[in-house]
């Protein structure tokens, strides 16, 4: 197989977990946070700095005009005109591309079917499920309680769709720019891991 499998998922889907097992049963390296780790090892930048820039998209209209104006001043001057945001995109979005030149892997989040989008061998697959087994799984899995849960799943939910629409021209979420679309409540994680596997055989 030489695939680069992309996942993007609503909080508390289980998409994490799901990209895990399916980097485990092809035998190929998975990749979430190791994506900041070196990004921000090879720009220099915290990694605290790359979590900061993911929390500002929690706010659109915010992080709207804290970027924007700053990415239009670079498309007429150039990088320097860049806000750190950008440039911190800029890096992880170097990295992911890298990683995918490498060979096969497993890329959870960070926009990474959008940042290959022009790669022929991507799969790309979204990650969803009802609310009650999003709020069950993050209190199993993160230790809250049923109100922080549902308070994080809104928060997370809305911080993803801003982060990424801001920085692609598509839509979070919207099934024209996947492949697979799974319920991880419909079977579980191991279903939908099997379902991923099935789906790439036949590919």
């Not at 890096?91 to 890298?98: E, K």
Request: proline share 0%; with cysteine.
């Amino acid at each position: 197989m030489n695939k680069i499998i992309t996942i993007s998922r609503q909080y508390g889907s289980g998409g994490r977990q799901i990209g895990k097992k399916t980097a485990e049963i092809f035998g190929i390296p998975f990749y979430d946070s190791e994506i900041i780790t070196q990004a921000a090892r090879e720009s220099g930048f915290a990694e605290q700095a790359f979590e900061k820039a993911e929390e500002k998209a929690t706010n659109s209209l915010l992080y709207s005009i804290t970027m924007g104006m700053n990415a239009y001043a670079a498309h007429d001057y150039g990088v320097a005109g860049l806000s750190v945001d950008d440039r911190i995109f800029l890096a992880q979005s170097d990295v992911i591309r890298r990683v995918a030149e490498e060979g096969s892997c497993v890329i959870v989040g960070r926009c990474a079917d959008y940042i290959l989008k022009d790669k022929e061998n991507v799969v790309n697959i979204f990650i969803c499920a009802g609310l009650d087994f999003r709020i069950q799984h993050a209190v199993s899995q993160y230790g809250l309680s049923s109100t922080k849960a549902a308070e994080s799943i809104l928060k997370y939910d809305k911080r993803r769709a801003n982060y990424y629409n801001y920085h692609s021209t598509q839509r979070w979420g919207d099934v024209n720019n996947y492949h697979l679309s799974i319920r991880s409540d419909f079977g579980g994680i191991d279903h939908a891991v099997n379902c991923i596997k099935a789906f790439l055989e036949v590919e």
